[in-house]
């Protein structure tokens, strides 16, 4: 004689799958905002800066940024500068 056991399983996955499915969307949705803000942070454009490195500031960049906010003087800045030129690797 074969008895069957319904421990309310089926009950547990009704419960279950729509937490379920809800998640899986939830995850979908957060991944596309995170790519989307991604791509308006840097440009858009991958490579647009730094050598086929989006969202990396180059030392140039980083070296103006420098200056702008008064943390080196002009004469740092410029030295700075030509080492940049003279060190700049070919492409």
């Known amino acids: 004689m074969v008895m069957y056991w319904d421990g309310g399983g089926w009950m547990w996955m009704m419960a279950i799958a729509p ?7 939830g995850l979908v949705v957060w991944a596309v905002i995170r790519l989307s803000q991604n791509t308006s942070r840097t440009g858009g454009e991958a490579g647009s800066r730094d050598h086929g490195m989006p969202g990396r500031e ?8 420098r200056f702008a906010r008064g943390e080196i003087d ?4 410029t030295q700075a500068r030509g080492h940049l ?7």
């Open 85 to 91: 030129a003279r060190h700049r690797p070919e492409p």
């Open 19 to 25: 937490l379920v499915w809800i998640a899986l969307i």
């Open 74 to 77: 002009a004469e740092e800045y």
């Open 58 to 65: 180059s030392a140039e960049e980083i070296l103006d940024r």
